[in-house]
T-cell receptor, first 114, second 113 residues
Framework: QKEVEQNSGPLSVPEGAIASLNCTYS??????FFWYRQYSGKSPELIMF??SNGDKEDGRFTAQLNKASQYVSLLIRDSQPSDSATYLC??????????????WGLGTSLAVNP | DVKVTQSSRYLVKRTGEKVFLECVQD?????MFWYRQDPGLGLRLIYF???????EKGDIPEGYSVSREKKERFSLILESASTNQTSMYLC????????????FGQGTRLTVV
C-alpha cells in the first residue's frame, strides 16, 4: 500500500507565528493532495488542495507540492488559536476504476498558544 | 450549504448484532464513501460507491457490507458486530473526480460491547 506520512506532532507555535506542516508520500503517480483540518471530536473539512508543482495561496494558507521530492507542505501564516486542530494530508479520494490504495496521513496536531 | 448527514452521532451495540449506519447527502453527489477513524491508524476506507448499486471495496472491507439503492443514501452494514469494530465512522461524498472536495458527515461513534 502506498502511504502518506506526517509528523504527528504536537506542533506548538505562538499566536501570530508561521506554522509549517509537512507530509511525504510514496506514490510517484500521485498528482494532487488535499489538506483537511479536523477539530477534536469533529469531522475533517477541506482547507486546501493542490494539483501542480509549486505554491498555492489562499488567505493565510499556502500549500506547496514538490513532486520530484514527493513532498507536500502547508504553511499557516499569522497563526490563531482557532487554528489549533489536527491537519490531515490526504491523497485524492478513489473513483470508479481508480481505487488506488493510498493511505491517509495520520495527521499533525497543531497547538497555537495565545 | 452541502449537507452530509449520518443517522446517529453515538451508538452502542452488542457483539453479534447486525448494525446499520446510514448516510444521506443532499447535493446529488456521485461518489460516497465510508471511512473509519482510529487513533494511531488514521482514516481507513471501508467501501465507496460511485453510482447507485455500484460499490468498490476499500482498504478494510472485511466484516462490512454496503448498500446504495438511491443516489442520496449510502448505508454501511456491520453483519455481526465485534468489539474491534468500535470506532468513529465517517461518511463522505464528492461530486466528481474533477471536483475533489470531500464533504464529511458529523461522524458516528460506535461502541460494540
Amino acid at each position: 500500500q502506498k502511504e502518506v506520512e506526517q509528523n504527528s506532532g504536537p506542533l506548538s507555535v505562538p499566536e501570530g507565528a508561521i506554522a509549517s506542516l509537512n507530509c511525504t508520500y510514496s506514490d510517484r503517480g500521485s498528482q494532487s493532495f488535499f489538506w483537511y483540518r479536523q477539530y477534536s471530536g469533529k469531522s475533517p473539512e477541506l482547507i486546501m488542495f493542490i494539483y501542480s508543482n509549486g505554491d498555492k495561496e489562499d488567505g493565510r494558507f499556502t500549500a506547496q507540492l514538490n513532486k520530484a521530492s514527493q513532498y507536500v507542505s502547508l504553511l499557516i501564516r499569522d497563526s490563531q488559536p482557532s487554528d489549533s486542530a489536527t491537519y490531515l494530508c490526504a491523497p485524492p479520494l478513489p473513483t470508479a476504476g481508480n481505487n488506488r490504495k493510498l493511505i491517509w496521513g495520520l495527521g499533525t496536531s497543531l497547538a497555537v498558544n495565545p | 450549504d452541502v449537507k452530509v448527514t449520518q443517522s446517529s452521532r453515538y451508538l452502542v451495540k452488542r457483539t453479534g448484532e447486525k448494525v446499520f449506519l446510514e448516510c444521506v447527502q443532499d447535493m446529488d453527489h456521485e461518489n460516497m464513501f465510508w471511512y473509519r477513524q482510529d487513533p494511531g491508524l488514521g482514516l481507513r476506507l471501508i467501501y465507496f460507491s460511485y453510482d447507485v448499486k455500484m460499490k468498490e471495496k476499500g482498504d478494510i472491507p472485511e466484516g462490512y457490507s454496503v448498500s446504495r439503492e438511491k443516489k442520496e443514501r449510502f448505508s454501511l452494514i456491520l453483519e455481526s458486530a465485534s468489539t474491534n469494530q468500535t470506532s468513529m465512522y465517517l461518511c463522505a461524498s464528492t461530486v466528481t473526480p474533477e471536483i475533489p472536495e470531500a464533504f464529511f458527515g458529523q461522524g458516528t461513534r460506535l461502541t460494540v460491547v
